[in-house]
């Protein structure tokens, strides 16, 4: 998806960005191979935490944690979708019936 011109930086011509060039790299490529795999990981680790009984609040800590992760997962499920509607109507307007 090549940018449009009002979305190129003046000065040097190239693309410019939201200021999240991994996660625009992420929705682009929809590689989300690694991300899951680390999530997922993290994820699992939280969840034995925060059924532990322990001290210090931890177990909460851990809740919102994994909250965290599913927020950001929710996130990209948007992005993408957002991502296949503007390709969509890209399309749309290059071919009309």
Partial sequence: MSPSPSSTNPKNGSPSTAGYPRVERLVETEQF???????????????????????????KLAAKAMKAIDLTMDLFKELLKIKY????MADKTKDPK
């Fill in 33 to 59: 191979e690694e991300l899951n795999e680390s999530f997922g990981k993290v994820y699992q680790e939280l969840e034995k935490i925060s059924q532990l009984k322990s001290g210090l609040g931890k177990g």
């Fill in 85 to 88: 509607q503007m390709v969509e």
